[in-house]
């Protein structure tokens, strides 16, 4: 019961679509990363490499910027709800190691519902097959 109220609240993205990635972004890619799925929200960005989630969290109106990486690896458990029935929105929950809870937003159309099961393919990928082969 105590366990209950000690969970750690996630940290929470939104993002609106999907997108090409911007410069901003791409500019912190290692040279063998390849970009798979991106999203952006009004200010935030958030890439899907093979190695990575890389995320661009705009901070105030300046232009401070801070970048949140998660490595496949580090993800212990995944959740995505899609969108359907008379939810606003889908969402993919992650828990890294240490129990650290990540908690990625959508906003609902029709394109990101497409979108986030290309998301899920690719956690799914990189946590289920890619942890068999080590």
């Known amino acids: 019961m105590l366990l209950k109220y000690l969970r750690l609240k996630p940290t929470i993205f939104f993002f609106l679509n999907e997108t090409?990635?911007?410069?901003?972004?791409?500019?912190k890619l290692c040279e063998n990363e390849t970009p798979l799925l991106c999203f952006a929200s009004i200010r935030d960005e958030m890439i899907m490499t093979e190695k990575r989630i890389l995320i661009a969290d705009r901070?105030?109106?300046g232009k401070k910027i801070q970048y949140v990486s998660i490595p496949y690896s580090s993800i212990?458990?995944?959740k995505v709800g899609?969108?359907?029935?008379?939810?606003?929105?889908?969402e993919i929950l992650l828990?890294?190691?240490?129990?650290?809870?990540?908690?990625?937003?959508?906003?609902?159309?029709?394109?990101?519902s497409e979108s986030i099961h290309?998301?899920?393919e690719i956690i799914t990928q990189h946590f289920i097959c890619d942890s068999c082969s080590r």
């Open 20 to 27: 090409e990635p911007t410069e901003t972004i791409r500019e």
């Open 59 to 61: 901070k105030g109106f």
């Open 95 to 112: 828990t890294l190691q240490g129990n650290v809870r990540i908690q990625l937003r959508f906003l609902r159309s029709r394109e990101i």
């Open 118 to 120: 290309k998301a899920y």
């Open 82 to 90: 899609i969108v359907g029935g008379l939810d606003l929105d889908a």
């Open 76 to 78: 212990t458990f995944y």
